[in-house]
């Protein structure tokens, strides 16, 4: 696809279910970042890969927040036993990331909401 | 931990009257990322800065890093309906094999037709 691609784009769950939300990046995009958004807020950052790898989970807010990604490619976000503090949206964006082009490409996000 | 400042939190101006705004950090960072995000939407890159004192512009928009390296600013020119949105600047830090990206806490912007 020509750019981020996040699903689903919107996702109501009930408090304590868990909930996975995916990440397509640009294709050849090595780097990949997860971000988390409230309501009339910033970004905060989560986590990074660069690849397969993760160099930084520093953001994560807890140990129920959980990231993979696979085949260099696609990224998925798991929160388990979702606690209502967890609704926002959740931005995902990919990176070139070579000499000269570290620009990061956002998707539309995914909107959590935990009841 | 570091922290991006953005000034003003707000703005309402008048259509066709031009807009600036800042980002401030305590640290230095190597490159200066403007985007604007529109409600509902991701946040769209806007301009790339990679060098200090560097001044570009992109249609009625222009941004420059400061010669500091703590510092960018993005001016708008004859502000129109659709610049309506949230501007956030970010700071970035990249290393051979590691990225550290700080995101500033927007500037919201209102135009009055």
């Known amino acids: 696809g020509a750019g981020v691609s996040q699903s689903p784009s919107n996702k109501v769950t009930e408090k304590g279910k868990d909930v996975e939300l995916r990440c397509d990046p640009i294709s050849g995009h090595t780097a990949l970042y997860w971000y988390r958004q409230s309501l009339g807020q910033g970004l905060e950052f989560l986590i990074y890969f660069q690849g397969n790898s993760a160099p930084d989970k520093s953001g994560l807010p807890s140990d129920r927040f959980s990231a993979e990604r696979t085949g260099g490619s696609v990224s998925t976000l798991t929160i388990q036993r979702t606690q209502q503090e967890d609704s926002a949206v959740y931005l995902c964006a990919s990176s070139l990331r070579i000499s000269g082009s570290y620009e990061q490409y956002f998707g539309p996000g995914t909107r959590l909401t935990v009841t | 931990g570091q922290q991006l400042n953005q000034s003003p939190q707000s703005m309402f101006i008048q259509e066709g009257e031009d807009v600036s705004m800042n980002c401030t950090s305590s640290?230095?960072?190597?490159?200066w990322l403007w985007y604007k995000q529109d409600p509902g939407e991701g946040p769209v890159l806007l301009i790339a800065l990679y060098k200090a004192g560097e001044l570009t512009s992109n249609g009625r928009l222009t941004a420059q890093f400061g010669i500091t390296r703590k510092d960018s600013f993005l001016n708008i020119s004859a502000s129109i309906p659709s610049d309506v949105g949230i501007y956030f600047c970010a700071g970035l830090e990249w290393e051979t094999s590691y990225d550290k990206v700080i995101f500033g806490p927007g500037t919201s912007l209102s135009v009055i037709p």
């Open positions: 640290s230095i960072f190597n490159t």
